[in-house]
């Protein structure tokens, strides 16, 4: 079995066959070397009210708006959800470029080419996610945290 990522949070919302999970977003940003010089960095300081991050994860567990709960992705799933994402568009706004260039057309046509081999790239991803690899890509509650305590007003 691979590694998963897992992540703490709590419920905000509950759908028939998955919740909404609510996780505090952390950032590495203050023990990198990069010291606050990268794109991420810089995306944390223009959005500091975003410190929460919601995500949609499947469970069989039978739980309520509250609830503590830890998710898990597989971390082979994150690997090749990264290729998929990035380097298959690429792939394919290159294959464009190149169609182009090869069959001499104008740079104005090349152009065209390679932003339709990227947008072709994205919705073949798309599919390819949504039909072929369902449920790969999505996290599951691994865990579910009981409280140790009931709460006072009940």
């Known amino acids: ?9 709590r419920v ?12 505090l977003r952390k950032s590495s940003c203050g023990r990198c070397q ?3 010089a990268c ?23 039978p739980l309520q708006v509250g609830d503590e709960v830890t998710i898990a992705l597989p971390g082979q799933a994150l690997l090749s959800a990264s290729v998929l ?7 394919f706004m290159l294959l464009g470029g ?3 260039t090869m069959v001499e057309q104008t740079e104005v046509v090349v152009i065209m080419l390679s932003l ?3 947008v072709f790239g994205f919705l073949g991803v798309s599919w390819w996610i ?8 999505e996290p599951v509650v691994l865990h579910w945290h009981l409280p140790l305590s009931a709460p006072e007003d009940a």
Do not use: C, F
Not at 85 to 91: F, N, T
């Open 12 to 23: 905000v919302k509950v759908d028939p066959t998955s919740v909404w999970v609510e996780t």
């Open 85 to 91: 994402v990035y380097l298959v568009p690429l792939l």
């Open 39 to 61: 794109g991420h960095g810089l995306m944390n300081r223009l959005m500091p009210s975003r410190s929460h991050a919601y995500i949609q994860a499947s469970s069989h567990y």
């Open 1 to 9: 079995m691979s590694a998963m990522i897992e992540e703490r949070g």
């Open 130 to 137: 949504k039909r072929i690899q369902k449920g790969l890509y």
């Open 34 to 36: 990069a010291n606050n």
């Open 98 to 100: 190149i169609a182009g």
């Open 116 to 118: 339709a081999g990227l």
